[in-house]
């Protein structure tokens, strides 16, 4: 059983500032328990016009900026165990999804060095990291998940780099997938 962390590099303008100030090949940050990424989480905006409405998402990385985003697909071998808190997380967020909000004060905080987390706020590396430490994952050391930035999760030790390039080449793969095996069904 695997996790897998998504990083991508999206144009959208809040991805942009992100990029422009971290200096990093990667601006945004996601959680999956599926290798063919149908069911991805992350904290991000909650519609398409308005980059200031953010809280928790459930991701479609097969249309919108994340169809075509360069990314970096890392897995995370875990535990039934592991897989069970992180899936439990996971769905408590889902079902709770209107209590949360994105920390707009936190990236300023993390851009000045101070914590300015509140609660039942994150921004997507916050909450990768909240899930990952929940499901005894640590990508933290002995910094403050608040100042978790989507790159940092590459220098994880135990994570395995799975994929880089486009998200659409990643997908391609299951799409060529299901269709042969929908060839063997009908012959």
């Not at 991805?40 to 249309?63: A, C, Q, T, W």
């Not at 916050?126 to 403050?144: P, T, W």
Request: charged letters at 20%; one cysteine or more; proline letters at 2%.
């Amino acid at each position: 059983m695997k996790v897998y962390v998504i990083l991508t590099k999206t144009a959208t303008i809040p991805g942009r500032m992100i990029q422009k100030y971290t200096r990093k090949p990667f601006n945004h940050v996601s959680i999956s328990l599926t290798e063919d990424l149908t069911e991805v989480y992350s904290f991000g905006r909650l519609g398409k016009r308005n980059p200031l409405n953010g809280g928790f998402v459930v991701e479609d990385v097969r249309s919108g900026v994340l169809e075509n985003a360069t990314t970096a697909i890392l897995s995370y071998e875990i535990s039934k165990l592991q897989y069970r808190r992180i899936q439990k997380e996971l769905d408590w967020f889902q079902l709770t999804s209107d209590n949360y909000r994105y920390n707009f004060w936190g990236i300023l905080g993390l851009m000045l060095h101070l914590d300015l987390s509140a609660k039942n706020e994150f921004f997507c590396s916050q909450f990768v990291g909240h899930i990952l430490e929940l499901g005894g994952i640590s990508v933290v050391g002995s910094r403050s998940q608040n100042f978790l930035q989507p790159c940092d999760f590459l220098y994880e030790g135990e994570m395995e780099i799975e994929f880089c390039g486009l998200m659409s080449r990643y997908l391609e793969q299951f799409e060529l997938e299901n269709e042969e095996l929908a060839l063997r069904v009908l012959a």
